[in-house]
């Protein structure tokens, strides 16, 4: 349904303050040896605004989509004044009692820093009609919440505070996240299999999540440091879950679960000037889902080091070291949330640990003007633990090398072109190649000020010897996969005027995969059969013109 929204506002406007700008103080004569600053003063200003909106709507809210649809008072206030040593800014701006934004700034000298941010945002969402898939009894629609209308009211706050020593870098902060939403929404789901029955359903949502971060900085002779902590947590009220009949029994689904975390990181880097610069960091990350008591623990460790012995020639090095452990209950308890469906424990397949190392090498050589070369490697292992539980390679290991040719010819001419070869030992999934190859080549022309043109071509090619199959507890590998994508596009604009550009352009895409495909029978034992070199493909040819008028 298209709604339709009048909208009439009265507003009352004081402006209560002088001029921003005040009288800097004289210099000193010239008989003096030294010039003493001293700071500007500056009237304060300050601004309020009220109103009120008179909102009439017929029809559906999203004729409004993001807009509190119900008349309301609006208006807001500024002030911002320097009393040295002192910096105050206030700001508030309602359009309703759900939209609205906040800022408060206020800092003294430079020790201290504080900024408040406060929006509100509100949103009406779809009541979605579920369709009847046919006069079959096999399939069913109960639409629960015909005529309902769907709102969320956000209120999304930040603040931050810095706290510095006189005359020294040596920094305390602190900042805060907080996100409260309120409302409802609509919530489907299956509520049988056969026949199959689609349910929609009203949901009451009061979410709140925070994140605090505290922690502190310093320069500590070549290097500076940086020790921070964050705590996040996520507090589910309203429905948190719904109940189902299946089978006889009753069971919960659609939980929304109470979630908390902290991160510990530590960071360190030189000086961001000069021939050498390195950097590191150092971070651990514990999370928990309070409902299912699941954990999981990341470590990442990271280190850049930059080399320039000379302005033509830099090295580039990177490792990444990145650990994830996760450590979920092995079974779903008797009575799982209170329900004597779960009459007996059921087992849980463990989670995948994983342990990654990947380092990256590039060498960039500007060999004369308007030639520059860029060689690059990358090595990557990752190990991972029950992965026989999931059927995939414990082990996989990828190296990449690239090579990147930039040429300036002339002024208004600049080529591109870019060669990546890859190389995966032991694939996890299907999707991924045993190896890859893929050429990128771009043109961008500029004859004039007013005319621009770019042209790119991409072509990769991707091959994996064999697929791995599984269903249930038989593996089965055979066949290949082969693919082939191709992308060209270009662009020609025009500045006809300062604020007028008009841009044609055109694209074209096309992918085709060549795979074995293997089906089961219903039989058990099931019987496999085996279809060779399956074709998929696909293209497209899109043209566009695009105008862009800036009148301001």
Sequence with gaps: ????????????????????????????????????????????????????????????KRAGEFYYPHSSVSGGFFLKA?????????????????????????????????RVLTRGIYHNLDNKTLIDAGPSPQYTVEQRDKGKEY????????LYLRLKTPDYPFHIFADAHVVRSEGSMQQRFLSSYLPLNRVSMHRDLDWYSQAINIGTNSHLGPVEIELSRSERRVDVKGD????????????????????????????????????????????????????????????????????????????????RHRKAESDNPDYIPVNYLGYSAYSSTISVKPSIDSVSDTITGTIRYRMIKGLTLYAEYAGEKIERSNADKWKISSETVKNTL?????????????????????????????????????IRLSVNWSPTKRINGLLMYALTSQKREEINFTDNSINIRIGDRKVRREKIFGSLTFLLINDLTVTPNFAFLRNRTRQTIIYDSISSPPDYYVDSDVLYRDGALIYGLNFNYIPK
């Excluded at 309703?96 to 504080?114: E, P, Q, S, T, V």
């Design 1 to 60: 349904m298209i709604g339709k929204i009048k909208r009439i506002s009265l507003l009352c406007l004081f402006l209560l303050s002088s001029s921003v700008y005040g009288e800097v103080a004289e210099e000193n004569s010239y008989e003096e040896p030294l010039y003493v600053y001293e700071f500007p003063v500056i009237s304060p200003e300050i601004n309020i605004k009220a109103g009120y909106s008179f909102l009439e709507r017929k029809g559906s």
């Design 82 to 114: 320097f009393p040295f040593p002192h910096r105050v800014h206030l700001e508030f701006e309602a359009l309703n009692k759900k939209d609205y934004f906040g800022d408060i700034r206020y800092a003294y000298k430079d020790i201290a820093l504080l």
């Design 151 to 158: 709102e969320i009211s956000n209120n999304i706050s930040n």
């Design 240 to 319: 948190r879950f719904f109940e189902n009949s299946y089978g006889g029994n009753i069971y919960p689904h659609n939980l929304i679960p109470e979630l908390k975390g902290s991160t510990t990181t530590f960071k360190i880097h030189t000086s961001y000037t000069g021939q050498i610069v390195a950097s590191a960091t150092l971070s651990r990350t514990e999370k928990e889902n309070e409902v299912s008591s699941a954990k999981s623990d990341y470590f990442v460790a990271a280190g850049d080091f930059t080399y320039m012995p000379d302005p033509v020639f830099t090295v580039f090095l990177r490792y």
């Design 402 to 438: 690239s090579f990147t040719t930039h040429v300036r010819p002339v002024n208004n001419i600049e080529l591109k072109a870019k060669y990546i070869r890859q190389n995966i030992d032991s694939p996890a999934y299907n999707n991924e190649p045993d190896t890859s190859d893929e």
